[in-house]
């Protein structure tokens, strides 16, 4: 009787928490589609600012946060996928040694690391190597701020890899740069892939990573030294205005960003569920 009396305690619990957590979510979506529904529009997608201003009505769209985030973002993911694959073969094959502990200690360390603080290391070194603002800056700022959730993700689906498959290998005079690329990392490709999608979902939301190393401006960026505007900070500047009208292509940005980010986890889930079936469990 107390056992199962605890077990309904403990059920009823989780279930209110569910339902709490599910509350807040619906909340929070309703609210942004609801204010977003009524500037989100075709003009607002596709046309940057016309006015260069944010407080006049009828100023053009927000294509130019739009591009840019897409750029940072793109641009960002491949740097990070460069490093992160290799670092990620390296802890699964040298899974044993001390460095490859201590590098999964600092990569959980720096997962938890708030994204301001990538932002001011951003740019410390931007003004150690004389570097203004612009795509190129918020690119690297951004890759560093991906690098430890990707090269985790990664890590901790190569675990996940047959050990009968490595061994295989091994028999066969394979080596451990061989084991790793033709074995392991076909095998863990489903998790790379959304581990690289999960990357570029953080950090096209992100802002304060980028608002002192992507600076902001009113136009496309066509050159990696150009500013670049992004959704996050094209939100918060318009927000930040007393006019009635900038808020409302301020929610139409942050229904559009929520949309980006729900269709890249869509995605993730796609592939992730197709390449998946040609893994062996």
């Known amino acids: 009787m107390r056992r199962r009396l605890t077990e309904g305690v403990f059920h009823g619990i989780a279930l209110l928490a569910t339902l709490a957590l599910l509350a807040a979510l619906g909340l929070i979506l309703w609210t942004i589609a609801a204010q977003g529904a009524r500037a989100l529009n075709w003009t607002l997608i596709t046309q940057p600012p016309t006015s260069g201003s944010y407080t006049e009505e009828g100023g053009g769209g927000i294509a130019h946060a739009l591009i840019g985030s897409l750029y940072l973002a793109g641009g960002a993911t491949l740097l990070a996928l460069l490093i992160s694959v290799p670092a990620a073969l390296y802890l699964r094959v040298y899974a044993s040694s001390w460095f490859a502990g201590?590098?999964?200690?600092?990569?959980?360390?720096?997962?938890?690391?708030?994204?301001?603080?990538?932002?001011?290391?951003?740019?410390?070194?931007?003004?150690?190597?004389?570097?203004?603002?612009?795509?190129?800056?918020?690119?690297?700022?951004?890759?560093?701020?991906?690098?430890?959730?990707?090269?985790?993700?990664?890590?901790?689906?190569?675990t996940m890899a047959p050990r009968e498959l490595e061994e295989a290998a091994y028999s066969v005079g394979a080596t451990r740069a061989e084991?790793?690329?033709?074995?392991?990392?076909?095998?863990?490709?489903?998790?790379?892939?959304?581990?690289?999608?999960?990357?570029?979902?953080?950090?096209?939301?992100?802002?304060?990573?980028?608002?002192?190393?992507?600076?902001?401006?009113?136009?496309?960026?066509?050159?990696?030294?150009?500013?670049?505007?992004?959704?996050?900070?094209?939100?918060?500047?318009?927000?930040?205005?007393?006019?009635?009208?900038?808020?409302?292509?301020?929610?139409?940005?942050?229904?559009?960003?929520?949309?980006?980010?729900?269709?890249?986890?869509?995605?993730?889930?796609?592939?992730?569920?197709?390449?998946?079936?040609?893994?062996?469990?």
């Open 102 to 158: 201590a590098v999964r200690l600092l990569m959980d360390v720096l997962w938890g690391v708030p994204s301001i603080v990538f932002g001011a290391f951003g740019f410390t070194l931007m003004l150690l190597v004389g570097l203004r603002a612009s795509l190129l800056a918020g690119i690297i700022t951004v890759a560093l701020f991906e690098l430890p959730i990707m090269i985790r993700a990664i890590d901790e689906v190569m």
């Open 179 to 281: 084991t790793a690329v033709r074995v392991i990392m076909k095998q863990a490709l489903p998790g790379i892939v959304t581990g690289v999608l999960l990357a570029f979902g953080r950090g096209i939301g992100d802002a304060a990573s980028v608002m002192f190393t992507a600076g902001f401006t009113d136009h496309i960026p066509t050159g990696v030294m150009d500013k670049a505007a992004t959704l996050p900070l094209a939100i918060f500047f318009q927000l930040g205005t007393p006019f009635a009208h900038a808020h409302e292509r301020a929610y139409g940005a942050a229904l559009l960003l929520v949309i980006l980010v729900l269709m890249t986890s869509v995605v993730a889930r796609v592939i992730s569920a197709r390449l998946g079936r040609y893994s062996v469990q």
